[in-house]
């Protein structure tokens, strides 16, 4: 038996608790881990909540990140006693993932904990760092350099709107930050943000092209941001699209493609191979001062995860969440 959230659903209903876990839940894998430190993400929160379809079978342990330490393995990537990081997978959806204190995944689903961080800076980090810097690394594999011009930065009080903004600025770019919490502009700009503009300037139906201003945009909100953002960013300038917390729908024109020729790069992280996934990871190791990180990062224990998921839904929330799973 462990401790962690499951989620159930019968004919009374769809139901997340924090509960006594029998092992026989886990799924079939080749490598057992003892979980020391997960986190909430906006994933994890529409899955406790089942304010989305996100949980495709039960009964369910939620949590896409993990970190913690190798205690069963037949991989031979890996043996017992080694750090481990897991990111993503399908992990939370289809399979049970980190917000327990045991897991069972795949050998190849795992990366190893860089000795930069503790397990528990790898979760400040988590799914939202590393999709932040999947999309600094799109930006910069484009061309676009520290001088090339502004870089826009969308959901910016969000995870992964946080943490590229740490990366950007400590890289020495000019970040520009949207968000609809425009009384945090101060920490915004704490974390290196040089502007800060209030959502609602993208949030209105986009022209088909507006005025040239971003070299570069991270955008986690899709929907009339994505689009107003393609409509103003520079001649071959480029967008990478990591998040839908707007909508995942598109409403743009082929406008900034064919007359300015930007470059729309999707980023995936759930199922990225894993030599991109360990170039992010090494990344982050070189790029990411851990000590600015503890600044956007709050930490929570179990029996909180439930209540904090619907604040985080609700917007409550500025940047990172870990969870301890032992408390």
Known sequence: MFKGILITKDETGYNSQLQEIDSSVLPEGEVTVRVEWSTLNYKDSLAITGKSPVVRCFP?????????????????????????????????????????????????????????????????????????????????????????????????????????????????????????????????????????????QLSAPAKPIGKERWAGVIDTVGSHTLANACATTRYRGAVAACGLAGGMDFPSSVAPFILRGITLYGIDSVMAPPRVRQEAWARLASDLDPARLEAITQEIGMAEVCSVATDLLEGKVRGRVVVDVNR
């Open 60 to 200: 369910m342990i939620p949590g896409i990140d993990f970190a913690g330490t190798v205690i069963e393995s037949s991989s031979p990537l890996w043996k017992v006693g080694d750090a481990v990081v897991h990111n993503g997978w399908g992990v939370g959806e289809t399979h049970c993932g980190g917000l327990a204190q045991l897991a069972r995944v795949k050998g190849e689903w795992l990366v190893p904990l860089a000795p930069e961080f503790s397990a528990r800076q790898a979760m400040a980090i988590g799914t939202a760092g590393y999709t932040a810097m999947l999309c600094v690394l799109a930006l910069e594999k484009h061309g676009i350099q520290p001088g090339t011009g502004e870089i826009l930065v969308t959901g910016a009080n969000g995870g992964v709107g946080s943490i590229a903004i740490l990366l950007l600025s400590g890289l020495g770019y000019t970040v520009v930050a949207a968000t609809g919490r425009v009384d945090q502009a101060e920490h915004l700009k704490v974390l290196g943000a040089s502007e800060i503009i209030d959502r609602s």
